[in-house]
């Protein structure tokens, strides 16, 4: 298949869009971890597999921060600075193949960081020493308001589901399958959301 382009993607071409990037911008440094952004995708999604959770899940962690590359979707803009809104840049990216659970556990995903820091005092102790840098920049623990709302997320378990296996994949040495392998789930998932028989 030629390589997809952002303008012509469809269900049937959107898997191959994403691995092109895990392909060809995976190998990029996520930023103050000891692993690539491929790496960490891959790491979470392998655990969830380990661990026996639902494909949406393996495949809401295999996706969680594609939108670090912004510039592949033509949102990028030289006012950007690093990390900002990567979660809603990912999800306005999958929305339209992907089922809400997927979206919310990408777009809350450092949401449920700082929910996580404010309900879970243990939780704090897990994160590594960048993730505690952004949650200061990510505006710290959440309040009380924004714990309440938050908690009216319908998704909220899958959110915080994910956000575990985000923390758990920064592992330096850790054999993952490659994209191809959760290719055939990720299709699963479009396909059912998508109405493709
Ligand atoms: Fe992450």
Do not use: W
Request: hydrophobic share 40%; aromatic share 10%.
């Amino acid at each position: 298949m030629s390589k997809p382009d952002f303008n012509t993607l469809s269900p049937s071409n959107i898997v191959a869009f994403l691995e092109d990037i895990f392909e060809r911008r995976g190998g990029e440094e996520y930023l103050g971890e000891p692993v690539t952004m491929a790496e960490h995708m891959l790491q979470g999604a392998t655990i969830a597999e380990q661990n026996g959770q639902r494909e949406i899940i393996i495949v809401s962690a295999l996706l969680h921060d594609v939108g670090h590359f912004t510039s592949e979707f033509g949102m990028f803009s030289m006012d950007d600075t690093e990390d900002k809104y990567h979660e809603d840049a990912g999800a306005e990216v999958l929305q339209d193949y992907f089922p809400t659970i997927v979206t919310d556990c990408v777009r809350y995903h450092v949401a449920a960081k700082r929910y996580l820091c404010a309900t879970r005092p243990s939780y704090f102790d897990r994160l590594s020493d960048a993730s505690i840098h952004s949650l200061n920049l990510q505006g710290g623990p959440m309040n009380d308001a924004e714990i309440q709302a938050f908690e009216q997320n319908p998704n909220l378990e899958d959110i915080i589901a994910v956000r575990f296996l985000d923390e758990a994949g920064k592992h330096a040495n850790m054999k993952t399958p490659p994209f191809a392998h959760f290719a055939p789930m990720v299709q699963r998932i479009v396909d059912q959301h998508c109405g493709v028989a």
